[in-house]
């Protein structure tokens, strides 16, 4: 029988101190239990995690006493009738026991466990000892979980709630392992335009899918009704997931929406994702920061306009990342002149990244604006104006490495 328990709090005893006694207490830990190791000798771990006081160590052999009154036993040291006798003492006190030495004279087995948010997978094995086995399907389920290919939506229990899930840039597995189950437990998707839309082609039919998605002159459904919509839902008793695209805190207005579900009462909870900001720099091979280049980053908006902690970092050499800027180019340009960049200061332009239609466009503070007519640059895109955005630094040894 395959049970669940909940050790937190509760006294367990370890016998061995070594590899196999270490993975155990370091599990027992993770969930909470009082750990007691009894062992003449210990490894490095078990000996670390006692200085540390995370657990007991006597420093003695086991005895039949050792396991009064104890939830639970583990029989973990490197003799096999020490074992078998810690596992009859366990047995003659009720105490349940897993002794590692042998699967088949023990009364509790431990599963390969892995945790997905509230859920745990466990896996046993009712036949021999196998644990690589065991762990090989623990985490081919697991997977399936992690990457939302299982319904994870409640029957039971359910209460209304928002998440806001940051999705990233736009390709689908740039969206963290989070988000992605925690998509597969929507009953609503309330989506951007960017992000990782392609994950919503793998929803159930049963998903209300809801686009509020923005495009630079185009904001169809204005930012109030897109609270509503969350509240209204959530109301409803429905699990609701804002994707959004990017991080849902990076001019992603995700502080509104988290406004409008406290105020309305509604749990809500907020995924961190991978920002354009970022990330579609470093895709382009592009270092925000590098050492004895430069040390700090703004990132701004392009319709806040080129504001003076703007200009400031244009003077002073620190990156400037732009999004929402390509209208507001020429703007960021000549204030950089007139804060004394110097002109062939490095601009790239990094348009739709990620996704099927990522440009890069390389120039310099004196012939971007240039340029990007001649390419006809469009948004979604990220701008980055420094040393950083030197081809040279990174991005043209990166370029010429084969991808697999
Ligand atoms: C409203 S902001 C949202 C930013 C988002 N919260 C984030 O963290 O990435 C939209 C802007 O993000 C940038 N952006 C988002 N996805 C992008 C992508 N895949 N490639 C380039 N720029 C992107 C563009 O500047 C776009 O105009």
Do not use: Y
């Amino acid at each position: 029988m395959l049970l669940s328990l909940d050790v937190a709090d509760r006294e367990v005893v370890v016998a061995g101190g070594g590899a196999v006694a270490a993975r155990r207490v370091r599990a027992l830990l993770d969930s909470g239990a009082r750990v007691t190791v009894i062992s003449p000798e210990a490894g490095d771990d078990v000996t670390r995690l006692a200085s540390h006081g995370d657990i007991r160590w006597e420093r003695r052999r086991v005895r039949p006493e050792d396991l009064d009154g104890v939830w639970l036993a583990i029989a973990a040291t490197d003799d096999p009738d020490v074992n078998l006798m810690v596992a009859r003492w366990a047995s003659d006190r009720r105490v349940w026991c897993v002794n590692s030495s042998d699967g088949f004279s023990t009364s509790a087995r431990v599963a390969a466990v892995s945790r997905h948010g509230d859920l745990a997978v466990g896996v046993v094995s009712e036949g021999a000892p196998d644990p690589s086995r065991v762990a090989r399907v623990r985490d081919s389920l697991g997977a399936l979980l992690d990457e939302g290919q299982v319904d994870l939506r409640r029957v039971r229990g359910r209460r209304g709630r928002v998440v806001l899930v940051g999705s990233g840039p736009g390709s689908s597995d740039l969206i963290t392992v989070r988000g992605a189950r925690l998509l597969a437990e929507a009953d609503v998707v309330v989506t951007d335009r960017l992000g990782a839309t392609g994950l919503l082609a793998a929803l159930p039919e049963t998903v209300e899918v809801i686009n509020v998605g923005k495009s630079p002159d185009n904001h169809p459904v204005p930012q109030h009704e897109i609270n509503d919509i969350l509240v209204d839902r959530a109301r409803k008793g429905l699990t609701v997931i804002r994707l959004k695209g990017g991080d849902p805190f990076v001019f992603g207005r995700g502080g509104e929406e988290v406004h409008a579900c406290v105020e309305a009462d509604i749990p809500v909870e907020v995924v961190p994702g991978i920002t354009s900001a970022l990330s579609a720099p470093a895709l382009a091979g592009i270092p925000p920061t590098q050492r004895g280049i430069a040390a700090s980053v703004l990132i701004t908006s392009g319709h806040a306009g080129p504001e003076p902690a703007v200009r400031a970092a244009l003077g002073h050499g620190v990156t400037v990342i732009v999004l929402m800027g390509v209208a507001a180019l020429p703007a960021f340009v000549e204030a950089a002149l007139e804060e004394g960049a110097d002109p062939s200061t490095p601009v790239a332009i990094l348009e739709s990244a990620t996704t099927a239609r990522e440009r890069v466009t390389h120039g310099t503070v004196s012939d971007i604006v240039r340029i990007a007519g001649e390419m006809a640059v469009k948004p979604p895109a990220v701008i980055v104006i420094g040393k950083v955005a030197e081809p040279e630094l990174l991005a043209s040894a990166l370029a010429a490495t084969p991808r697999p």
